[in-house]
């Protein structure tokens, strides 16, 4: 079948099960006069080798359509198909013709797809098919043959191939400057290909001479370090994320503060019919009350303490068998209460009755009933105190109420609310501790409001506060603890504000001092689990430190050590559930646990037991938010985990769903944000979803629309600052952020306003590290903003500024290195570092300079290698390296250091070709090393070397291996031969 012939080229990548659905597609394209639709069944010649050819038509189109469905995302012919396409930064449309049950190939997975399945409209499918073919066509068609000649110029420039010149190279510029928004990057073998060329003239002497592998390793290490950029990014936002996790989790942990019960599950029965039994004993005094009332007060009296301390015991009880016992003591108390009114001892039974009925209702999520059960109290409570001022019990019992009633309020979002009854409360107690020092409970009291304060301050971005204020409640509790070791509740107390302390050092970026205070917690934790480990608040104080400890370890970049204590942390909440479903507080928590799991899988690459977790906490999340629609912070958990369920989707290519799942998020931020402006984290969570929404229109190629995304992110980071300028988290932020508008802006051709936005974010990153000059991922944010800082000065032809940018970022890695020498990202960090600038000064003929770097990017490429053998990329960068030390070496009359470095790199070329025998690209790569060493060699390896490489050449002509550029191979290397052959003693240059 003859392809029609036409000025627009596509080339259509799938798998070849799915054909009929394929041939329907085809049939459709080859209709329209302008397209030329190439399809292997119908461009492949029966005896030709099909690798070659493919390569051949993928090069030689302007478009490559890839037809998506479950075989072709396993095709290992597809996947090398994109492969290619990505290199060459060819336009792919990604086109869904069956529905996906895998992993999509990450270079389509970003890209908006059209849907062609069974399901789905194929006239408007091929409609938007044919218009993502003809945009901005004209550009792509260039970008096409721009490429070919810069490939070809790359692969010949050692045989004498020819530049571009006059009008040529002027509308070449042109071109690559006016990329339109949503057309593909050029490649930086174009742009080099398109800069070499104006330097050409005074230069080209000089450049023949001094070596052919120049361009070849621009191109590999500037494709390494594109590579090295967008792992930064990723790292970037992962680091936000888990933020996000540690400071939801400090305020779990704050919350157990509410719940002053201790739970014992195994004793729960026992207490329930307890209680039954002293309600009958009740009700028949209540019967008797008229002939014996004083009795039946004192009954009642003992009867509700008790139940108070049987359900402090017994928090595993069902909220049913709560219900039933205190409504039955309800209506034991308000009989009493009916016959004496004004009776002060029965007042006080009914708000500690109260205050329990808002415990009950608070764990089960009842938050409404709850406030009103606990503010029921408080009014009884001032009634009794507005009769006798001076009444030290019931001064206690009103600050408990207060304190209860602030933490319900908080769950509401009414923050200022909360901030008068915690405030009230603190004063209270420190009266009565002050008048009477020795008494603990009431010296207890006064921390418990202290911590109650301290969260309000964090909320309100006042850490450096908050921290005074925790510090003044750990010297509380630290002493009670030490003055009774048997006393529990004490070791529990110091162990929670040891908590509280390790968050505040983790959000300023102590990791050390954070991951301390955590590990002496969990120790005091455990301890009181081995006394008693029935006792399920005990159980779950380990839990919420072990997720502590696994934030910890994540940030580090130790994922193994977090997944461990991740998943011993939700084992331990999953079986708290199981004793109680309706523990509104666990189920929360199995929700936290789950998210922190599902995301070690998605940086794992696992998205199905990723998705799995996430789908499983927005059930849970969603589950209890229904009950309680006003619960803010059950709000808030909706929208951190569509965030992750949106993170998942983009990965797995369905870019619909993320972008639901983050719009949806979105509304639940902005709202949260807009009931309490003053809320510092809920702010930071739009700033955070602003982003997620930003790097989606990034991705669909909507340039201003992320633009605005990340401004807007940007100013609320800034005004976050404002509030508190030592916030290193947030200072962070701001600086993440700015290097994003970099990137951007230099997406949008406007360099100085890039360059200013890396600036920025830079002098952020070093004041940073000025703070604390051990923080190794500050100091790794100052190498990134110096490597971006960079890349733009060299795209822009400063290699001065560029080499300055390089220099200071090798030194960082440098310096990093020396603190942990077996990180093997940050040894192919300063790999690629030094192959850059390795390369800029041998442009410039700074010789010395460039062995210099070639030669320290050598020893670092060998350390990666020796630890991992079988890495094909650090053998690339290896071979890279040992490429410019060869070159190097040769224009400096070193023969021997040119021979030793061309032999290595040969040998790993060759195992290369083991392992892709019918690969064409790397049998060339043979052919051009073998020529490069026959230019040092003696004579006789000389021949042997020219002749070998001639083989290869002979061989890949004779199967149509060649591409266009490579075709004067073969006379060049006969050439060659005869001149070694004539003049042996001339072989080595």
């Not at 006792?535 to 130790?558: E, F, S, Y």
């Amino acid at each position: 079948m003859t392809v029609q012939r036409s000025t627009t080229k596509l080339f259509i990548s799938y798998s070849r099960n799915d054909d009929e659905r394929i041939g329907l597609l085809y049939d459709a394209l080859v209709s329209d006069d302008d397209l030329t639709v190439f399809r292997d069944i119908h461009d492949i010649l029966p005896t030709e080798e099909w690798k070659p050819r493919l390569e051949k038509l993928i090069r030689e189109s302007d478009t490559i359509l890839f037809a998506i469905s479950p075989s072709s995302i396993r095709s290992p012919v597809c996947k090398w198909e994109l492969g290619l396409a990505e290199s060459l930064n060819k336009r792919i449309i990604p086109v869904v013709i069956g529905d996906i049950d895998g992993e999509v190939p990450a270079v389509v997975s970003k890209l908006n797809y059209i849907f062609l399945t069974e399901a789905h409209d194929f006239a408007a499918g091929l409609a938007k098919i044919r218009y993502a073919v003809n945009l901005d066509i004209d550009w792509i068609r260039e970008h096409t043959r721009l490429g070919e000649l810069a490939s070809r110029w790359q692969t010949s420039v050692r045989f004498g191939s020819q530049l571009l010149r006059g009008q040529e190279l002027e509308d070449a510029e042109r071109w690559l400057l006016s990329q339109p928004r949503n057309a593909p990057e050029p490649t930086e073998l174009q742009s080099t290909f398109i800069i070499a060329s104006r330097r050409a003239q005074s230069r080209r002497q000089r450049r023949i001479a001094a070596g052919a592998l120049v361009a070849l390793v621009l191109v590999s290490l500037l494709a390494s370090f594109a590579w090295v950029q967008r792992n930064a990014a990723v790292a970037n936002e992962r680091v936000a994320q888990q933020q996000t996790l540690i400071a939801n989790a400090a305020r779990d942990e704050a919350e157990t503060q509410r719940y002053r019960a201790e739970e014992n599950a195994r004793r729960a029965e026992a207490e329930t019919a307890r209680a039954e039994e002293a309600l009958t004993e009740v009700a028949a005094e209540r019967d008797r009350a008229e002939r014996n009332f004083s009795t039946a007060s004192a009954a009642i009296n003992a009867l509700v303490f008790d139940i108070a301390q049987g359900l402090q015991d017994a928090e595993g009880l069902r909220l049913e068998s709560l219900e039933t016992i205190l409504s039955r003591a309800e209506e034991a108390v308000m009989g009493l209460l009916a016959v004496e009114p004004g009776n002060s001892q029965l007042l006080r039974i009914e708000a500690a009755m109260r205050l329990e009925f808002a415990a009950v209702y608070a764990r089960a999520g009842e938050r409404v009933r709850a406030l009103t059960s606990a503010e029921r109290a408080r009014e009884v409570l001032d009634d009794l105190l507005a009769k006798e001022p001076d009444n030290r019990l019931w001064q206690g019992d009103i600050s408990v109420a207060l304190e209860r009633i602030g933490d319900l309020r908080l769950q509401a979002g009414d923050v200022a609310g909360a901030a008068e009854a915690f405030t009230e409360g603190l004063a209270i107690s420190r009266r009565l501790a002050q008048s009477s020092p020795n008494n603990r409970a009431e010296q207890r009291d006064v921390s418990i409001s202290l911590e109650r304060i301290a969260d309000l301050r964090i909320r309100a971005g006042a850490i450096d506060e908050a921290l005074g204020i925790y510090a003044e409640a750990l010297d509380i509790r630290r002493r009670l603890a030490e003055q009774d070791p048997s006393d529990t509740r004490a070791l529990r107390d110091f162990s929670v504000s040891l908590t509280h302390i390790g968050d505040l050092h983790l959000r300023a970026g102590r990791t050390e001092a954070a991951l301390t205070a955590y590990r002496q917690g969990l120790d005091i934790a455990r301890r009181l689990v081995a006394i008693n480990p029935g006792n399920t608040l005990w159980q779950r104080d380990v839990a919420i430190k072990l997720n502590k400890i696994g934030d910890v370890h994540l940030r580090a970049g130790d994922p193994q050590a977090a997944r461990a204590v991740y998943q011993e942390s939700l084992a331990i909440v999953r079986r708290l559930v199981a004793i109680d479903p309706g523990n509104a507080e666990w189920q929360r928590d199995v929700a936290i646990s789950l998210n922190k799991i599902g995301d070690l899988h998605r940086r794992s690459g696992e998205l199905a037991p990723a998705v799995e977790a996430y789908a499983e906490a927005l059930d849970i999340v969603r589950r209890l938010s229904a009950t309680d629609p006003g619960n803010t912070e059950w709000r808030r958990d909706i929208a951190i985990t569509l965030e992750r369920v949106g993170d998942v989707s983009l990965q797995q290519g369905d870019v619909e769903a993320a972008q639901a799942a983050y719009q949806d998020g979105m509304e639940i931020r902005r709202a949260l944000a807009a009931t309490d402006p003053g809320n510092s984290e809920w702010q930071r969570d739009v700033a955070v979803g602003l982003d997620r929404i930003a790097d989606l229109h990034r991705a669909a190629g909507e340039t201003d629309a992320a633009l605005a995304a990340y401004e807007e992110a940007l100013a609320i980071a800034r005004r976050l600052v404002t509030t508190d300028p030592d916030n290193t988290q947030w200072q962070r932020d701001i600086a993440i952020t700015l290097n994003k508008i970099g990137d951007m802006r230099r997406m949008s051709d406007a360099p100085d306003a890039a360059l200013a936005a890396y600036t920025e974010a830079l002098a952020i990153a070093r004041g940073l590290v000025a703070l604390d000059p051990g923080h190794r991922q500050w100091r790794h944010d100052v190498a990134f903003g110096l490597n971006r800082i960079g890349d733009l000065h060299m795209g822009r032809g400063d290699r001065a500024a560029a080499l300055e940018a390089f220099g200071q970022a090798s030194d960082v890695m440098r310096g990093l290195l020396e603190s942990d020498p077996d990180n093997s990202q940050w040894q192919l960090d300063l790999v690629q570092i030094l192959n850059k600038s390795g390369y800029l000064h041998s442009m410039a003929g700074e010789e010395a300079f460039s062995m210099q770097a070639f030669r320290e990017a050598l020893q670092t490429a060998r350390r990666l290698v020796a630890t991992d053998p079988d890495n094909a990329l650090r053998q690339q960068d290896l071979v890279l390296s040992l490429d410019g030390v060869g070159a190097l070496s040769l224009q400096a009359g070193d023969l021997p250091a040119a021979r030793s470095a061309y032999r290595e790199a040969l040998a790993i070329r060759r195992q290369f070709v083991v392992r892709m025998p019918d690969e064409p690209a790397a049998q060339a790569q043979i052919v051009s090393n073998l020529y490069n060493l026959s230019r040092a060699e003696d004579p006789g390896p000389a021949i042997e070397a020219v002749q070998e490489a001639l083989e290869i050449v002979t061989r890949l002509e004779r199967q149509g291996g060649l591409r266009p550029d490579q075709e004067t191979w073969p006379g060049f290397l006969r050439d060659r031969l005869a001149e070694l052959q004539a003049d042996p003693e001339g072989a080595a240059e």
